[in-house]
């Protein structure tokens, strides 16, 4: 606001200078940059971003599958596959148990890998899930298309803040550029008159 009320008053002003009109434009410039085109950026952003993570998480829905497995002993250290035997989600507790299970891929396979549980009941013979992969590799759980949603909003609102902030860094450089050839040229206009300065008859 102060960028435009100043370009208004400007304008007709007959002592204002160049450079004074030009700092201006530049920060009306600016000021467009940052309340319409960071938006815009951080709305295309965010909507790129979603679309490729939603296609992600169709394709991970479709190559990834619940899988009963069987406990076949406990396994030290720990796996970054976590199951939850009744809700069938892969969590990120601190208190998983890493044990080794059994399944069969998809063409009967049997097989044999590590995998953690949430589950309190980790004794031998005990059924589990598990996600794997169409080869019936381990596998984490699929995205959640909401939690993907918040990504790609985060993705967006990121950059616009980026894009406002480069915006008002561009002013600041411009601004201080201007600012040093202002200086200059009143180092210039100040050392042709500077040895008259004060002398009787000067200008006469």
Known sequence: ???????????????????DRHEAWVALAALLMM?????????LSGSLTDDALQQSVRAQQAQRHLTPA?????ASGTSRFAQDPESAV???DSSRTSVVAGWRTPDGTERTGKVSTTSAVTEPGTRIRIWTDERGLPATRPMDPAAARIHAVLAGVGTALIAAGLTETARRLVVWRMMQRRYTRLDRAWAEVGPDWGRTGTGS
Do not use: D, H
């Open 70 to 74: 069987v406990v076949v002993r406990k």
């Open 90 to 92: 892969v969590t990120e």
């Open 1 to 19: 606001m102060q960028a435009i009320s100043g370009i208004r008053r400007w304008r007709g002003n007959p002592v204002c200078r160049p450079t």
């Open 35 to 43: 309340v319409l085109g960071a938006p815009v950026l951080g709305w």
